[in-house]
């Protein structure tokens, strides 16, 4: 297993530019239909979502506890930024 790992990034390294050319234009003929799908899973999905968001998040660099939907915007603020090594 291990070294089907090591195999696969090193494919990835070594053709990176051909599988963004890949995945890019895969996303602008399916654009519709994955914003469909993302919006239909967010609908489907609001209480996990919302539940998981609410779970509370503690900074070790801060020593701080906040939201996980706040976990990004904290990251952010010169609190943090000034606190880190």
Do not use: G, W
Not at 21 to 43: L, P, S, T
Not at 46 to 61: F, G, L, P, R, S
């Amino acid at each position: 297993m291990n070294s089907r790992k090591e195999y696969l990034k090193l494919y990835r390294d070594t053709n990176r530019n051909e599988l963004n050319e890949k995945f890019r234009v895969y996303y602008q003929e399916n654009k519709e239909n994955i914003i469909k799908k993302v919006a239909e899973y967010k609908k489907n999905n609001k209480d996990k979502i919302k539940e998981y968001n609410n779970q509370n998040y503690h900074c070790d660099i801060c020593k701080c506890d906040m939201n996980y939907s706040f976990k990004s915007r904290h990251f952010k603020t010169q609190k943090h930024i000034n606190n880190m090594p």
